[in-house]
């Protein structure tokens, strides 16, 4: 706890939990962490530019157990980066992280330069604004009668 409390220069957000069995119990696709007893997530600038910095650490039982992590997320990045035709961002995103071991101790690190970061927030505003005009468009296109049935609106050419 007094790491998630110590004062890291461009850090913005600092997360932990602890006893995770409930959490894992209530969403299953957590399965990873079922083994963790403490995650700690720090997000920041980076240093020296206005970059990213994360870093998630997951606190095992036991070395043992942590290892079963450690190849966990080493077995994730893998399929990330073997998608690379079907989703090359994904796969530069995963060519990125850091996965280490230490004792009972799994560190994920992900740096995203500036130029990254801009690119994966226009993208992402471009899909969730083209989901949006294509909601519209579907709630347009069905318009409400006055017996309440919808009619489909014609276009003539």
Known sequence: ?????????????????NELGALTAAAPQLQVLRQAEAVLLEAGQQAGSSGLACTLTVTSASPEMAQQVHQTALGLQALLMLQAGQNPEMAA?????NVSLRGACVTVGLTLPE??????????????????????????????????????TKTSF
Not at 5 to 12: D, I, K, M, Q, Y
Not at 122 to 151: C, H, K, W
Request: net charge positive; no cysteine.
């Open 93 to 97: 995103l995963a060519q990125g992280v």
């Open 115 to 152: 130029e990254v970061l801009r690119k994966q927030l226009l993208a992402f505003s471009e899909q969730r604004a083209a989901a949006q005009a294509a909601r519209r468009a579907a709630r347009s296109a069905v318009r409400p009668t006055a017996s309440g049935a919808g009619a489909r």
């Open 1 to 17: 706890f007094a790491r998630a409390l110590a004062r890291r220069p461009g850090g913005f957000l600092v997360f932990q939990a």
